[in-house]
């Protein structure tokens, strides 16, 4: 079975999400990109605003407020073109260098003498009246004759459909005629009163365009109108107070690099003041938030008590309060925005936008993307997410750099999002690869691996090597000591015997695997597993003893249970043992199959003398008993005593042989000291054949805390045989299973 192979959807999914948002990135498809920006530098305004400043060289830059003193004062809004023109000439009076009328004045007043003498009724009767209202001024008359005191510039409507072009002809264009396609299209105007838009210095648009979340984070300077260019009220103040009779639009020339290769509106030129734009002929504004310095309320202007200067050499922009729109610091009046422009303009605090930004940013992320691609193919999620977050993090310090050093807008969350989400789309096919590899490594090693094996070979297929390998390896083998007598004993209640054997040999193995073992061999006797394949271990040794030392505590709880049940027959349930041999050595570890199965096993010297350690375990007393080779391995977590040096098979070598008897606690005891002490000397004199002494120091071992009968027993019979036997002088002190 082939567990190394890439599915196509590692690389291929996360590379379909990076160009998706690619897409999405370069044609703003549902302005969604245009949002993700907005977002990014709305944050960017918040966190460090423009600052604010009263005057800006000459001028100011005012609104002019219908607070409640000021409905209080002339009525609810709107006001009569008389109480404009009033406040016009005060305006005037107070010092005010220009007005600007951000409201449209295309219909006549609705109150006007006019306006009610042609809402008589005819006759005779209401002849009179008729001609006495006919002659008195009108109202628009007379803020018209305001307005030719002060420069004034008033604003015309632009809408969709055909119609009347504005006489606007403020601005001459200069550059390839493709750059005006850009700049955002209106089929005709609705321009203000004859008599106002006579007596105005200047005329400009009134629209202000949002973005897709409906949202004002530009000045559109330049409109068209029937494809001609027509300026805005913002940048007819502008060129007013320039004293410029044009303003002059340059168009951007494109370079030979894919940087600056982007057609459009460049500046806009009033005088020797030059304003650089976005293509489309808008300019980002960078607020500074609604300051009460910026406010003139109406009624304190016509009440006389403002503050000294407060309008000397200022643009006081009037407009409806009731017209508001949404900005990044949330509802504003929509005169406010204006004044928050024009300060813009004249201060040369400009938030730019390069026009190579678009093409910058994508090509960042199809850079930094496709690496992200690149390394979750080949080097897996850990290296893809480290590009990942970094990518993301380097990209914000440049963009957040940029704009707090020079005022440019570099949008880093719109590629920063499309990269995480190409990372996300990476986790996910990884995701699906590991679910199916963790599907095929169950179906086909049948549980013999943990769960925590098969979640990492899953994830990381070459750790399996099923060809074969040599390997350190702890083998442990177990079983159900007198297992003959026990299934004897449940002859008749083969039910009873089935599910006893369940009982106990059940969560023998899952101590065995949540120790981190692998399953080799389970039988109705007993099973074996081993550590440090095909997995890693640097601690087999001690594992493989942990999980005997559990396995027994496991067996008391189990014969604790019986102990309170009967058989059918009535008959107590008799106490389980087990016994534990585990050995430590060099074996062959690979996979195996053979009818549509397949195991992964290991085999070598080791596991057979588990095995067989396992099966004369029970001579010795204690349940678990070890080569030399993990003692040593496992030394410094558990407690051995040597219990015996025997060649266990007819033509083995003779091996050491250790009892677990505890942990280090156990080991650091006086009793096991002394123990241990008393142990070294039996098989002392064993081996030099002091027999005599050797019985002594037996019976005086069975004296202590943790001896075992059995294993006395065991060596003093051998001594018994030995005495009828000598084993002669070339003796190498091991035991041989000559007795029974």
Known sequence: MKLGS???????????????????????????????????????????????????????????????????????????????????SEMKSAGAAMVVFALPLDRPDPASPQQLAAGLPPGPQADAARAALSAVQSPDDALAGAMKTIPVVSGFTLQRGAGAAPQNNSVTF????????????????????????????????????????????????????????????????????QNANKLIARGNTPGRSIFDNASGIATIEAGTLAIPTEPDGSIWIAYSGANAARRISAAALDSGTLPANALKDAIVIVGAPDAMVQTPDGPRNAASVRAEALENILSGYHLMRPPSADMAELIFLAIAGGTVVFLLYRFGLLWAGALTVLAIAGAGYLSWSLYSGNHVLLDSLGPGIALALTFAAGVAARGLEVGRARSRLRNAFAEALPVGALDQIARNPHLLKLEG??????????????????????????????????????????????KGATLDRLTTEGFSAFWNAPLDDSEHAIHACEAASRMIEVVADVNDALSRERRFDGLAIGPIEIGVGISTGTAIAGGFGAHGRNVYSVTGDCTVLAGRIQQHSAQYGPAIIVSEDTRKGAERGFAFLEVDYIAIGAHDEPVKLYAVLGNPLVRASPKFRALSTFHEHIFQSLRTQQWEKSRGLIDQCRKLSGASPKLYDLHLARIDYFEDNPPGTDWDGAFRPILK
């Open 174 to 241: 200069d550059g390839a005629r493709d750059a005006l396609s850009h700049i955002p299209e209106f089929g005709h105007a609705i321009a203000p009163l004859p008599q106002i838009e006579a007596a105005s210095a200047a005329s400009g648009a009134l629209n202000l365009l949002s973005d897709s979340d409906g949202k004002v984070r530009r000045a559109a300077l330049l409109l068209r109108v029937s494809g001609k260019p027509a300026s805005s009220i913002e940048a007819e103040a502008t060129r007013l107070s």
């Open 469 to 514: 390998e040599a390997r350190t390896v702890s083998y442990l083998s177990c079983g159900i000591r007198n297992f003959s007598g026990v299934a004897e004993s449940f002859r008749d209640d083969p039910a009873g015997f089935t599910d006893l054997v369940g009982r106990v040999l059940s969560p023998l193995v899952e101590v065995a695997l949540a």
């Open 6 to 88: 890439r599915p196509i959807e590692v690389w291929a999914f996360p590379l379909i999400i990076l160009i998706a948002a690619m897409l999405v990135l370069a044609t703003d498809a549902g302005g969604l990109a245009g949002r993700v920006r907005g977002v990014l530098f709305d944050a960017y305004q918040h966190s460090q605003p423009r600052p604010y400043h009263d005057r800006i060289g000459k001028f100011a830059v005012r609104t002019l407020e219908a607070d409640q003193a000021s409905i209080a004062r002339f009525g609810a809004w709107p006001w009569p073109r008389t109480v404009l023109a009033k406040l016009t």
